[in-house]
């Protein structure tokens, strides 16, 4: 499966947006592949998680985030769970569980319910396979508004303090699990 061609059914080719996803992206795939290469788990699907990578954000054009060029009407954090929608229409089930599942470090029931998002407490929306975990980890370390730009291990540290303590840590035991 070439993911460029579900990318192009909903982007327009070349536009800014377009050109946004596919750098962020191509950057977090490459990453994430690099990881799962030096992982040594025997079951990693890397054509997955080259494919997932390249579509973790098909659903940001269906929100607002001028920043990026995206004026949906819907809040950034439902990119995951929009792209999902989508990524699941297409066929591409594994692929739509890391779309949902990528934000952050995963959002737990417990800080959907605390934080008021408009997301349902009760499914999942945190990494659960090391595919999913690889991909979730390689996304912080690049920014859709600071393109050509690797974020520095500090730097990743720093954005999710900014989340939680339990964010924070999720990404340590990430870290921990998969390196640099």
């Not at 800014?16 to 030096?38: Q, Y």
């Not at 920043?67 to 999902?84: D, N, R, S, T």
């Not at 999913?132 to 980890?137: G, L």
Request: proline share 3%; aromatic share 10%.
């Amino acid at each position: 499966m070439n993911p460029l061609n579900i990318i192009n059914k909903y982007y327009k080719e070349n536009s800014e947006l377009h050109n946004i996803l596919l750098k962020h992206s191509s950057d977090v795939a490459e990453f994430a592949c690099k990881l799962a290469r030096n992982y040594q788990a025997d079951s990693l699907d890397i054509d997955l998680v080259y494919e997932a990578s390249m579509l973790h954000d098909i659903g940001i054009f269906l929100t607002d985030a001028k920043g990026i060029q995206c004026f949906g009407k819907e809040p950034y954090i439902l990119h995951g769970k929009l792209g999902a929608e989508i990524l699941r229409k297409e066929g591409l089930m594994p692929h739509s569980l890391v779309a949902e599942r990528h934000t952050g470090t995963g959002l737990y029931p417990e800080e959907i319910i605390e934080r008021k998002l408009p997301l349902e407490s009760n499914h999942i929306y945190y990494p659960v396979s090391n595919e999913e975990q690889i991909i979730c980890y390689a996304d912080k370390f690049f920014s859709k508004t600071k393109l050509n730009h690797m974020k520095s291990l500090d730097e990743v540290r720093k954005s999710m303090a900014k989340w939680g303590k339990e964010s924070a840590e999720r990404f340590e035991k990430l870290y921990i699990k998969f390196g640099l």
